[in-house]
């Protein structure tokens, strides 16, 4: 099982979801949320009025903030360094797909993720949902829900509460194909 997990959030400026208007990064170890990154970002694009409404990200906000290519030098080492772990992950992977390939940036073909709400689901079949407000209100975990500092931090605490639950993150980790913008099929990498 990996000792490091890469907790991450990204909001949108507009329903393209092909650029981040911000992200939040948690690195988890230990048993514990023992870093976090958060910023707005220039995604040098237009803003949807629903965006905003549910972000409150304005574009006046984001015109100071640094694009994903000015920050990736921040975001790189710190993505690589554990595995990702997302609340609907598939969202949050399809997001960074996007922006690496529009700003041309390298990484890796492909990455491995896990996501908090089919574990959810699992560890806690009882909930009506398993939405990351519906989870954080069930756990007690505090959230300033569609912030993207405070909801990858929620994340990891997510995963903690389901390693408590006796989850096996390996029995949820996927392969997430970057240059395709897709999951990989488990029959596909068998």
């Known amino acids: 099982m990996p000792e490091r997990f890469i907790a991450f959030d990204v909001e ?5 979801n092909d650029r981040m208007s911000a992200i939040g990064v948690a690195v988890v170890e230990g048993g514990a949320v023992v870093r976090e990154f958060a910023t707005l970002v220039n995604p040098e694009t237009y803003f949807n009025a629903f965006n905003v409404q549910l972000t409150g990200i304005t574009p006046a906000m984001a015109a100071e903030a640094p694009t994903f290519q000015e920050l990736w030098p921040i ?53 009506e949902n398993h939405r990351l407000n519906t989870l954080c209100t069930y756990l007690n975990i505090p959230l300033d829900h569609h912030r993207a500092g405070s909801d990858s931090r929620a994340c990891g605490e997510i995963l903690l509460r389901c390693l408590e639950q006796g989850a096996d993150v390996e029995k949820f980790r996927r392969h997430y194909d970057l240059l395709c913008a897709r999951t990989i099929s488990y029959r596909q990498w068998t």
């Open 75 to 127: 975001l790189g080492p710190i993505l690589d360094s554990g595995l990702l772990v997302a609340h609907n992950a598939p969202f949050d992977m399809s997001v960074l797909s996007k922006c690496l390939r529009a700003y041309g940036i390298c990484w890796r073909p492909v990455a491995d993720y896990a996501c908090t709400c089919r574990m959810g689901r699992r560890c806690f079949p009882q909930l």
């Open 12 to 16: 949108t400026p507009n329903a393209a």
